[in-house]
Each structure stands twice: as structure tokens, then as C-alpha cells.
């Protein structure tokens, strides 16, 4: 469908087990000929940042810690996943930075890990498995997902790199973990 953007949404069942909740194509209207295609993607309801100051909070381009040091924080980042025939993520480099890993899932894959955090994750180039607790799905260049505090991974099964923009929002625990 030309003009629209395909969103991918995860949640987490009543077993605590993570899963795809949603992948549609947003708009969901017509979009009509020569008109511009705007996509709301997803909102939340509470933030403010401040813009005060010209102190720039990552001169180096390092952010030691996958989610927001600081509640109501954010993080901005690309990453670069890398063919897991060549590399595969350490689970206990997931957790000195900050995210939850579990032995269980780790086997599965050793990139899970979960935040507690809304996380909008972009795939700019090459193509990526999200990977949750239930199923998966394969992402490719414009595909979106909003990650709502799942467990989840990357898993690159390509032969070329993947680029990846991560956006990572301070949020609320999920109890039922």
C-alpha cells in the first residue's frame, strides 16, 4: 500500500509471556491522490522535557544505559545490528546497562531483555526479526513498533547490517511480570 506505514505494537498476556498485540498499515483511511499521508502513530500523556540551556547531554554520542536514567527521561539512538552469523548480544552486557534479562529467555536468545519504557523502534535500513516471548515478525525499512515494556529481541538473520532508530520513553512497571 503506497503512502501508508506499517505499525507493529507488543503487549503482555496474562500469562506475562510477550506477544505482537497488533501489525496494521496506518492510515487506515484513504489517502487521497496528491494529498500528503500523515500517520499518527502512537501518543502518550505526560513528559515535559526541557529546552532551557545549550548543554548538549550526549557530547560523545554514548549512552551508557539502554533506557532513561532519570524518570520521565528519554533516549535517542541509532544502532547498528549486525548479522548474528558474525555476533550475537551478551545478556550480561544487557544487564550492566540497565535492562532485565531472565535465564529463560536468554536462552531463547541472548538479546532478550525488557525496559521499562515505550520504546518506538524504526527499521531505516536492512531488515530485522523482532523477537517477543510468543511470536515474531520481520521488519523492514519504514516498518515501525511500539514497544510497551515487553521482553523482546533483535535477531539479524540477514548477511548486511541493520539500521535501527530507537526512541526510549520513561514509563510506568508492568506489574504482572
Known sequence: MPGKVRRIVTAINASGRSYI?????????????????????????????????LADPVPDGDIPRIAPQHRGGTVFRITDFVPESISRRDP????????????DRSEKNPGFHATDTVDYA???????????DEDETLMQPGDVLIQRGTYHAWSNRSDSVCRMAFILIDAQPIESR
Do not use: F, K
Not at 550480561?92 to 535465564?103: M, S
Open 92 to 103: 550480561r552486557d544487557l544487564a550492566e546497562r540497565g535492562a532485565r534479562v531472565t535465564a
Open 122 to 132: 524504526i527499521c531505516l535500513e536492512g531488515e530485522i526479526w523482532a523477537v517477543m
Open 21 to 53: 498485540w497488533s501489525d496494521t498499515q496506518l492510515p487506515t483511511g484513504e489517502i487521497a491522490a496528491g494529498q500528503p499521508m500523515r500517520a499518527g502513530l502512537w501518543l502518550t500523556d505526560s513528559a515535559p522535557a526541557s529546552n532551557a540551556g
